[in-house]
Each structure stands twice: as structure tokens, then as C-alpha cells.
């Protein structure tokens, strides 16, 4: 780990921490991450950066749980089990914070681009490119008018609907690292076709994330169609 790649970290855990207090006393704080009440008031009011073992244990540990319970707050469900997670996607600061707790904790390695679908899933990926310093692309299901050369991923759900993607073609290079991220995984079918278009462009998949998992069939059939790791932030039970 570089220099850049230390502070990066440094302000990361930063961040956490005065996410956690804005709910929390020193005391209660101190409770959940073990670290002194002191300490973390210097950390909080910017008097002082943590260690880069304590800044790794409050990004990848408590940062991931907090993050996590957080997202699990704001979800709601309605009678038929859809999910409503617009109190999430739509809070890019919130989207800011889980990208480098996901990218430690799930160890992603850096990717070039980072690929995901519209329009739920923007906001995510503008997120994680941002954290990792790499472009942003996402797949539509209609094509653009000025765009001459797509790559095109198509499946026929068991519902009987056709669903296909649409990305243009020069978004990927051949051999670029792609980073494959949604808002959500349930059946995984989504995810499944934003993998073809990486396969398509002969690209190199270094993971698939998602923010909430609603079920284990999705993260299970992401699994068995890459090596790379496979990851939520939170899983609700599907029923």
C-alpha cells in the first residue's frame, strides 16, 4: 500500500466515524468500535488520522456492520415483496461511504471500468468508479440513437418476457478489468447479462457487488458464472 493509498484509507475510516456519531455518544461509540472515547474525538473532529491498522478495522469491520444495519433501516418491503430502496440510491453521500467498505471488505481489486445497469444501479456505480478512480458504464434496455456499434445481451426470463441490454460497444475495451455492480440482486438475471456484455468485449472480471441481496439465489448464480469474488452489503430473506 502506497502513501496516497494509505491516506485514502485514513480518511475512509474518518468518514465512518462521523457517519456512526451522528447517532452516537463518544461512550456508545467507543462500545462498538473498542476504540477509546478520546481517541476517537480526535479522530471525528479531524485533530488526528488514525493508525492504518485501526483505519483498516473500523473500513472493513465495524464500517461494514454499521453500513449494513443502516441499509437494512432504510429498505422497506411492500405486501408483494417488492423492494423499495430510493432512500439509498438517492443519497450519493450514503453510496460514497459503502464503496470503499465494500471494496476492502470483499477485496476487490482495482478495475478499469466499472459496469452496472439504468438507472437504479447509476448512482451505485458513479460510487464505487469514484472510489477506485475508474469510468463508469451502464447498460440500457433501448439503444441510443447516435450510437453506431452495441454489444447486445439477451435472455428469455421464465416469465415468458425477453430482457435484453445495450451497451456501447468502445465503453469496454478488451482486456480492461470490469467491476460488475447493482442496487440489487434477486434472481440474478440482470447480473447474468451484464457479465455476457463483459465476456462480449473480452474483458476481465474482477467482481460482481451488490447493495442488497433479497434471497441467496442471485449471489449463488453471480457465483457459478465467475471466479471473481461475489459480494452484498446486506441479504434480506426472499420470502
Same mark, same amino acid.
Given at each position: 500500500m502506497n502513501r496516497?493509498?494509505?491516506?485514502a484509507?485514513?480518511?475512509q475510516a474518518v468518514?465512518?466515524l462521523?457517519?456512526l456519531?451522528?447517532?452516537?455518544?463518544?461512550d456508545e461509540?467507543?462500545?462498538?468500535?473498542?476504540?477509546?472515547?478520546?481517541?476517537l474525538n480526535?479522530y471525528?473532529n479531524?485533530h488526528?488520522?488514525?493508525?492504518i491498522?485501526?483505519a483498516?478495522?473500523?473500513?472493513?469491520?465495524v464500517?461494514?456492520?454499521?453500513?449494513?444495519?443502516?441499509l437494512?433501516?432504510?429498505?422497506?418491503f411492500d405486501?408483494?415483496?417488492?423492494v423499495?430502496n430510493?432512500?439509498?440510491?438517492?443519497?450519493?453521500?450514503?453510496?460514497?461511504?459503502?464503496?470503499?467498505?465494500?471494496a476492502?471488505?470483499?477485496?476487490?481489486e482495482?478495475?478499469?471500468?466499472v459496469?452496472?445497469?439504468a438507472?437504479?444501479g447509476?448512482?451505485?456505480?458513479?460510487?464505487?468508479?469514484?472510489?477506485?478512480?475508474a469510468?463508469?458504464?451502464?447498460?440500457?434496455?433501448?439503444?441510443?440513437?447516435?450510437v453506431?456499434e452495441?454489444?447486445?445481451?439477451?435472455?428469455?426470463?421464465?416469465?415468458?418476457?425477453e430482457?435484453t441490454?445495450y451497451?456501447?460497444a468502445r465503453?469496454?475495451s478488451r482486456?480492461e478489468? /470490469?467491476?460488475? $455492480?447493482?442496487? %440489487? #440482486?434477486r434472481?440474478g438475471e440482470?447480473?447474468?447479462?451484464l457479465?455476457?456484455?463483459a &465476456?462480449? !468485449?473480452?474483458?476481465? /472480471?474482477?467482481? $460482481?457487488f451488490a %447493495? #442488497?441481496?433479497?434471497g441467496?439465489?442471485?449471489?449463488e448464480?453471480?457465483?457459478?458464472? &465467475?471466479? !471473481?469474488p461475489?459480494?452484498?452489503l446486506?441479504?434480506?430473506?426472499?420470502?
Amino acid at each position: 500500500m502506497n502513501r496516497a493509498e494509505k491516506a485514502a484509507l485514513q480518511l475512509q475510516a474518518v468518514a465512518v466515524l462521523r457517519m456512526l456519531k451522528e447517532t452516537r455518544t463518544y461512550d456508545e461509540l467507543e462500545s462498538l468500535t473498542d476504540l477509546p472515547a478520546g481517541d476517537l474525538n480526535r479522530y471525528v473532529n479531524g485533530h488526528v488520522l488514525p493508525g492504518i491498522e485501526r483505519a483498516r478495522e473500523v473500513v472493513e469491520g465495524v464500517g461494514r456492520d454499521a453500513l449494513a444495519a443502516e441499509l437494512e433501516a432504510r429498505v422497506e418491503f411492500d405486501d408483494e415483496g417488492y423492494v423499495d430502496n430510493s432512500g439509498i440510491v438517492f443519497d450519493q453521500s450514503f453510496l460514497d461511504l459503502v464503496a470503499p467498505v465494500a471494496a476492502n471488505a470483499l477485496g476487490f481489486e482495482r478495475p478499469d471500468v466499472v459496469l452496472t445497469a439504468a438507472t437504479d444501479g447509476i448512482t451505485l456505480g458513479a460510487a464505487m468508479a469514484g472510489y477506485f478512480d475508474a469510468r463508469v458504464a451502464y447498460a440500457k434496455k433501448s439503444k441510443e440513437t447516435a450510437v453506431e456499434e452495441f454489444i447486445e445481451s439477451r435472455q428469455r426470463l421464465a416469465s415468458g418476457i425477453e430482457l435484453t441490454y445495450y451497451l456501447p460497444a468502445r465503453a469496454i475495451s478488451r482486456g480492461e478489468r /470490469v467491476l460488475v $455492480v447493482d442496487d %440489487l #440482486i434477486r434472481s440474478g438475471e440482470t447480473q447474468e447479462l451484464l457479465l455476457d456484455i463483459a &465476456t462480449q !468485449a473480452d474483458a476481465e /472480471v474482477s467482481g $460482481v457487488f451488490a %447493495l #442488497i441481496a433479497v434471497g441467496d439465489e442471485g449471489i449463488e448464480r453471480a457465483r457459478d458464472l &465467475t471466479d !471473481a469474488p461475489v459480494g452484498a452489503l446486506s441479504t434480506f430473506d426472499a420470502e
